[in-house]
Structure formats: C-alpha cells, structure tokens
C-alpha cells in the first residue's frame, strides 16, 4: 500500500500513536501485571504453551485486543478476529470452517471476539461445540458483566479474567512512551500532566489519542498548564452507562456511603452519576428509600427531608434543584442509622404468612349489628387513651398465637426514648397480664 501511495507522489497517512505504540510483546502491556507478571494466570498459560479459552472483562482502552493478540503470536496459534458489533451467523461459520480446516493442518486457532456480549443467546450457543472439541481456543472481550451477558454454557467452558482500569502509574508509563516515540517531551507543567492523565479516566488508547492531539495541536515553544490543556482539548464524558453495571455500582456506592455514615463519599458518587447523566428523580427515590430502610425511626425526620428534596427538584429542576437532593443525601449520611422497622417488618410478614387466616381476638373486632355484639364481638375492649397510663396492656394478636417481638429499636437517636416507653410498655402489660395490676 505505500508502494502505491509513492508511485502517486502521496505521502501515506501516519498510523495513529496508539496504534503505532502497540505492544509487540506481552511484557511491554502495562497496568495488567495480576495477569501478565510473574506467577499470574495468562502468563502460566503461555509458558504451558497451551492457552485455554477465556474471557476478558474490562473497561474501554485497558489492552483486551490487544491482549490477545500477543497470546496468539507467544503461543504460535493463527489469530483470528471478528467482532459481535458487524458479525452475523454467515461470519461465525466462515470463521468456525477456517479454523476447522487448519486444526486439519495441525495449525491451531486464536478466535478474538470483541463486543461478544452482544451476540445474542442463540449465537452465543453456536460457540460450544467448536470450543469443546477443539476447533477454536475463544478469546471473548467484553466492557459488561460477564455474569449478566453471557450464556452460563459458555462461562463454564472458559476462565474470566479481569482488567483493570489503567492507574496513574500505568497511564504516566503510555505518556513516556509516546513521547518516546514522538522524541520531545510532552509540553505540559506537572500539574496539566496530571490532568491529562485524569483526563484520559483509566483508558490508555484515550490517552495516547489525547497526547497525539497534544502534540499536534499546542504552539510551539509553550508550556500549558491546566487550564490552557483543558481548552486546548476536549474533555471526555464520565464513563457511566446508566442501563449497564456502572450505573448500580455507582448506586451501590452512594446508598453504602449514606449507610455508612459519610457523607463526603455519598456527595461524591452523587455528584459522579449526576455528572454521567443519571436521572435525578431516580436518585430521589432511592434517596428516600435510604430514609426508610437504614434511618427509619431513629430519625423520623429522614424520610421527611427526602421526600421533601424530590418535591424540591420537582419544583425547580436542574441544577438548582440538585442541590436538594445533596441536602438530602448529608442529612441521611450524619442521622442515626436503624434498620429496626425494615427488620421489624420482614419479620412480621414471614410471621403472617406461616400463621395463615387466624382471625383477631374478639375484643378488637368491629361490631356494627346486633348480632355480632351478641357474639362477642368487641366485648371488653378498653379505649386506650382513657386509661389512666394511656396504655391498656391488652392482647392485640391473635387467639392461640403467642405474643412476637418483631420491633427492636437500637438506643440511637429518636429510638432510644420508644425503646424506653416499649419497656415500660411491656413492663404494664406484664403486670396486668398476671394480675397484679
């Protein structure tokens, strides 16, 4: 092809940089060092000189492609390629008949898979028996939860193996190496490096395509800092997909911090889903389930200021409106945390639910005619608030069924007086129960 370029007197387009700073080699793969190191799974497969089959999971930019592609050439298997994303089933028995037909050769196959998630159950199936008998060593890579996109046929015939997001230290090592390669040193204070290297959340081919830009793109002689490399280039959207595994470990990470009493992380991944996109009334929701299931009655007020931050984006929207839904998220973060009601109440329907239809003991029941006051219905029943104590100590369960505790306030907060008025409570009942009272 530059043959034909020269022959027009055209000088052939450069390669991108993270296409030209692709490691040769597997040791030259930074930032998976779990996997690729000394002593770690991929690399005990390579020096077995049998790889078997595998997923790679990780986020964008993290050497999945690339990754395989060194497998391929270290183990001596011809490496194929296809992607979910522009495939159909004509490609995958194409490709599933090449590899058959070089295993008949003695040559074996590297089959890469990128996006294979989004082959559908049907396709995903059509892998297994190429796998089992050996035509193919599949090499899945995937950005989502295996767990939750994949065939359990398929996992149980392949290791999953994780990438993790590129570190800063990862991240600086691509930076060096480009300019490197490019022969000057990228023009950036310590500060804007740092920033570019944030800029670039955890993807190194994002990276490498920043610096090129970078490089490309700055006035000769100048230095930037952050501020001039933030306007020089654009800044990239959070890595956040609100129908996909980020969006409920974000969710997960923000109810845990409320949970756990912090309310600088719960600003933090609120901020952070915000940012990505989230929609705010399903954080207000959440925000008052937070109030219900962890705060309850330890600080009644809880589930008052949630609901009050849903009305209040209700009313004024984004932004403003978000700062309600911080309020909210500080307020439940530093409350008192009880899980006493939520607790209480499971415990009550696996009670209702074992007990069946028994009916209310007679003297709670209502007795509009004459013949259900002739049966007993309602008779002796005391109003509690005439009592000298406001309390009458009657028996509210039903007939034949023991008395259960399903609530058990903690000493916190506002649960520590009801824990004090249910002990005198049951203190009363206890008297009147033996008649002493």
Known sequence: MSDLFEAAGVVPPKAPLADRLRPRALEEVVGQDHLLGEGGPIRR??????????????????????????????????????????????????????????????????????????????????????????????????????????????LSRSQVFVLRRLDEVALDQLLTKAEAHLERPAPLTPEARQTLIAMADGDGRYLLTLAEALFDLSPA?????????????QKRAPAY????????????????????????????????????????????????????????????????????????????????????????????????????????FKAAKRAAAETGSLAPPAHIRNAPTKLMRDLGYGMGYQYDPDTPEGFSGANYFPDGMERRTFYAPKGEGHEAKIRERLERWSALRARRAAGRD
């Open 45 to 154: 497969m390579v020096e077995a000189g049998r790889l078997g089959s595998m997923i790679l999971w990780g986020p964008p930019g993290t050497g999945k492609t690339t990754i395989a592609r060194l497998l391929a050439q270290a183990a001596g298997y011809q490496f194929q390629q296809i992607s979910a994303v522009f495939s159909g089933v004509a490609d995958l028995k194409k490709a599933f008949e090449t590899a058959r037909a070089r295993r008949a050769a003695g040559q074996a196959t590297l089959l890469f898979v990128d996006e294979i998630h989004r082959f559908n159950r049907a396709q995903q199936d059509g892998f297994l028996p190429f796998v089992e008998e050996g035509t193919i060593t599949l090499v899945g890579a995937t950005t989502e939860n295996p767990s939750f996109e994949l065939n359990g046929a398929l």
């Open 221 to 233: 002689g100048e230095t930037l800092d952050p501020a001039r490399l933030a306007a020089l280039l």
């Open 241 to 344: 997909d609100k129908s996909r595994e980020e969006h409920y470990n974000l969710i997960s990470a923000l109810h845990k911090s409320v949970r756990g009493s912090d309310p600088d992380a719960a600003l933090y991944w609120l901020a952070r889903m915000l940012q990505g996109g989230e929609d705010p009334l399903y954080l207000a929701r959440r925000i008052v389930r937070m109030a219900v299931e962890d705060i309850g009655e330890a600080d009644p007020l809880s589930i008052l200021v949630a609901n009050a931050a849903k009305d209040t984006y209700d009313f004024l929207g984004s932004p403003e409106g978000e700062l309600a839904l911080a309020q909210a998220v500080v307020h439940l973060a530093t409350a008192p945390k009880s899980a006493g009601v939520y607790e209480a």
